[in-house]
């Protein structure tokens, strides 16, 4: 069964370094988004982007965060100077149509130093 | 606004009790999509179950069950005969027709004691 897969699973940084967390979503999907999770919080929804472009974010994602799909099979999330409250698991997801449900990879947990 | 509430925050129950994981939610909309996911202690979300708005139905799927009740805006998750394998956390999320992200509750953490 097709998955979403994502790297790296664990990465550990220095504050105000840059991150850039890898996604590779199920490969007839059209629709991407990442999420962020705190240990022991909710799921928090970051950005949607669908036809090369953002189509939703949310205040979380500011300025710091950027989104890019390279190549076609890549759907990156960079962090450009990351801080503390940074720290959380990364979830990408991926699906075909609006309003299906979500398929989540298997999330990148970072931790800003 | 859209809002998912899950008022447990955690839940133990011996083995092969059953267990009912509440739900609320809140919208606006009146096309809107629910779900439930698993979070097992390794940390990926599992998808259990997507139910629209206008399928209320109740859905039955081996020891889970799914209870939706527009009335009283609930979809309520049941597990029936727990096993130690079921322990996880379990969020319930909404999506609605008009935006497409996801608002999910605050999740419940069951412990199903051997």
């Known amino acids: 069964e097709p998955e979403v897969t994502q790297t790296p699973s664990h990465q550990v940084t220095q504050m105000g370094q840059e991150v850039i967390l890898r996604c590779v979503p199920i490969?007839?999907?059209?629709?991407f988004y990442w999420y962020r999770q705190i240990l022991g919080q909710k799921v928090e929804f970051l950005v949607s982007?669908?036809?090369?472009?953002?189509?939703?974010k949310s205040e979380i994602f500011d300025d710091q965060f950027s989104v890019e799909r390279p190549d076609g099979s890549n759907f990156t999330l960079k962090i450009r100077s990351t801080k503390l409250e940074d720290s959380a698991m990364y979830f990408c997801?991926?699906?075909?149509?609006?309003?299906?449900?979500?398929?989540f990879g298997p999330g990148t947990r970072l931790l800003v130093l | 606004a859209q809002k998912v509430t899950q008022a447990q925050t955690e839940i133990s129950v011996v083995e092969k009790e059953d267990v009912t994981l509440d739900c609320v939610y809140e919208?606006?909309?009146?096309?809107?999509?629910l779900f439930w996911y698993k979070q097992p202690p390794s940390g990926e979300l599992v998808f259990l179950i997507r139910?629209?708005?206008?399928?209320?139905q109740n859905e039955i799927s081996g020891r889970y069950s799914w209870n939706f009740q527009k009335s009283t805006s609930s979809f309520n998750f049941t597990i029936t005969a727990s096993q130690v394998v079921d322990s996880a956390v379990y969020f319930c999320?909404?999506?609605?027709?008009?935006?497409?992200?996801?608002?999910f509750g605050t999740g419940t953490s069951l412990t199903v004691i051997p």
């Open positions: 139910r629209n708005s206008f399928d209320e």
């Open positions: 490969s007839n999907h059209l629709y």
């Open positions: 997801a991926s699906i075909l149509e609006a309003s299906e449900a979500q398929y």
């Open positions: 999320a909404l999506l609605s027709n008009t935006g497409n992200q996801f608002y």
């Open positions: 982007f669908y036809n090369n472009e953002i189509s939703e």
């Open positions: 919208t606006r909309d009146t096309t809107y999509y």
